[in-house]
């Protein structure tokens, strides 16, 4: 059979998760070794589990524009900035489609299949090492056929090889290296490779030469091998359920299961789930904090402080560390170290719209404005640095930027400090910042082992909060609101001289799912932040912006989806947008995060219409990836030949699993219209019967999912009914007093009984609710009614009785 070989990274950090795969080849008689490298700390999940590990990315820049290139290939037609990278490069490489696949048949050859993204690191340094080099192009160019896929526009594929991958070597990573046969079955993969032979490893060319040799004397072998690979992975990976719904009582075990594990693998001292490195993970965050309030509920106070005092903890040690980036806002994607400190640079998205939304939650819990000022924060930097003219928003930017325009590019280049630059930048103030921020002559990555073990960062400065800000501004015999002031005016200054420097490259990709989860953020923060005290001082990089703007940042975005991405005809989503839809469709987490974002845009206060495109996206979801047989959702529509697996995912990992966020807005639905909420629950139970013995067994790995089925086990959802004119004021204080309580068991519906086209939505979808707004409507103030197993409360005119009856 293949052998595993994991060679040690002769550069820096790199961490790799050993597992037991889940299928094995046909027995071949020559060895494989197959080089698996890390720059950066990398984990990996399990790939029974149904895991899509987006955690692992790692990042780099495209290569500087040139006036002229010796070479051009089919890529330079794409629009996807990661294809465009290589668009130059002198291997002949094809797009993912038909065109490839025929020409593989034609010449009866191999398909070398390289996968990754536009800022991941380690897929720059292949394309510097192997594919800028003639003579590994001429290997490929003989005897492969090279695709090029970008994973973030066409996840589908990716999941194929990527689960190929680590199912039969127990890791992976980008970038994805896979040997395909003609009809696209895998043969062998890996993922990064040096180019030449060194400590023992295969170069490139030796693989090149191995897989030639293989398939030139094995190919009915590797073939056989490839289509038994992906047989067992499609039985393994599409589970079916085996009732109608959860056996009694599975909800809350999974629920207090999950906590428990998640507690048990708590950092007390830093805050965190797990040990370095270590990643943002919100959906543990909202397991936690969803658990805090059933303990509440059942009267457990003590128990439910002490996951909130896990939640706050690790929220604390995040935004003080690090990993966030304290001049520009918003977070990186994880730490390499155990304490926050030391992060890997880029980026992400969905990383922020998440993280904002969980300090978004926690601020509604304690009421403390640390926590809105960090979600001010991150949405402040979205929409300073990652929205388009059109409204849309953009996917990453990178970890690597180059210190100046001559020199090379280095991860970290753009977000470091000398301690030098800060005294000459801040004068004066440079002894005060430096103490808050820990700034050092000789650096600060000193705090752990693992912050920089190869002194990548000697003489520079992470900035990281040590020290308590009450203690330095009594110690300066000054106010705190005077200290953070100075803080303000520093970061500020820091921002302007940091944006004269070379920038990380921005991938300008609108990915609709990623989109969704930062729409739910906006549309939230719209309403909750209005519970901040009058008088909150805000310092920079948060803006301090009225709540209502960011309401208009998230509808614009789904107005720029549904403009561009959706198809008016057939209902149907298209997957990302750069220069024009790309060619890929919908999947499953489009249409699931898409539809909880709406939800989101909805029941925080914008139009009805944005329901009914709900129930409209819903409806084609059911009918694209439901398995109406067996129960739970694909990850694809199954109508694409060429992507030769169906995966029914639940894993929630960086991102949540379409299926558990498709549970949650299957119950939500169900609260709000009348119409189909029976079939809404019947589908939600099903889907969790698809994985009932996840949730018996590793509950830790579904955190999203226990939430869901412990929402859909809730006896009755809270329902809040407003009645009002919506463009007054007292309507819109109303709605915030709706929203300011943390909640997940609660649906809010606002209804203007004078407007024909909301009285006409639920007339359709919800006559009762409909003929409360007729009754209770009063032309001079708003009404709220507070409804939970089938009883309503006295109709409420006062959104202080209104927060009263929701803390209840």
Known sequence: MFKRVLFPSSSTRHVISHHKPIFRSVSLSFSWPLSVVFHRPIHFSRVFAMADDRSTNTTSSPPPPEASHKHTNRLA????????????????????GEEAFSEARKRDVPIFLSIGYSTCHW?????????????????????FVSIKVDREERPDVDKVYMTYVQALYGGGGWPLSAFLSPDLKPLMGGTYFPPEDKYGRPGFKTVLRKVKEAWDTKKDALVQSGTFAIEQLSEALSATARSEKLADGLSEKALQKCAE???????????????????????????????????KENEMPGEAKEDLSMVVQTLRGMARGGVHDHVGGGFHRYSV?????????????????????????????TKDTLYSSVSRDILDYLRRDMIGPNGEIFSAEDADSAESESSRKTEGAFYVWTSQEVDDILGEHAPLF??????????????SKMSDPHNEFKGKNVLIERNSTSAIASKLDISVEEYLKILGVCRQKLFDARSKRPRPHLDDKVIVSWNGLVISSFARASKILKAEPKGTEYYFPVNGNHPDEYMEVAEKAAAFIKKHLYNQHTKKLQHSFRNGPSKAPGFLDDYAFLISGLLDLYEYGSSVSWLAWVIELQQMQDELFLDKEGGGYFNTAGEDPSVLLRVKEDHDGAE????????????RLGSLVSSGSDNYRRTAERVLAVFEKRLKETAMAVPLMCCGADMLGVPSRKQVVLVGRKLSSDFETMLAAAQASYDPNKTV?????????????????????????????????????????FTCSPALYDPTALQSVLSK
């Open 77 to 96: 037609a794409e629009h996807s900035p990661y294809l465009l990278q290589h668009a130059h490069n002198p291997v002949d490489w094809y797009p993912w």
């Open 123 to 143: 897929c720059h340094v292949m394309e510097v090492e192997s594919f800028e080099d003639d003579d590994v192009a001429k290997l490929l160019n003989d005897w």
């Open 261 to 295: 594990e998640l507690a048990d693998s708590y950092d007390s001292k830093y805050g965190g789930f797990g040990s370095a490195p270590k990643f943002p993970r919100p959906v543990e965050i909202q397991l936690m904090l969803y658990h805090k309030k059933k303990l």
């Open 337 to 365: 170290d155990e304490c926050w400190h030391v992060p890997h640079f880029e980026k992400m998205l969905y990383d922020q719209g998440q993280l904002a939304n969980v300090y978004l939650d926690v601020f509604s819990i």
């Open 434 to 447: 430096k103490e808050h921020y820990y700034v050092k002559e000789s650096g600060n990555c000193d705090l």
């Open 656 to 667: 949540p699993s379409g299926n558990s966020v498709s549970i949650i807005n299957l119950v």
């Open 749 to 789: 519906i606002h209804i203007d009984p004078t407007d024909a086209e909301e009285m006409g939505f639920w007339e359709e979808h919800n006559d009762k609710i409909a003929l409360m707004a007729k009754s209770n409507y009063n032309s001079d103030k708003v009404v709220a009614l507070v409804c939970q197993n």
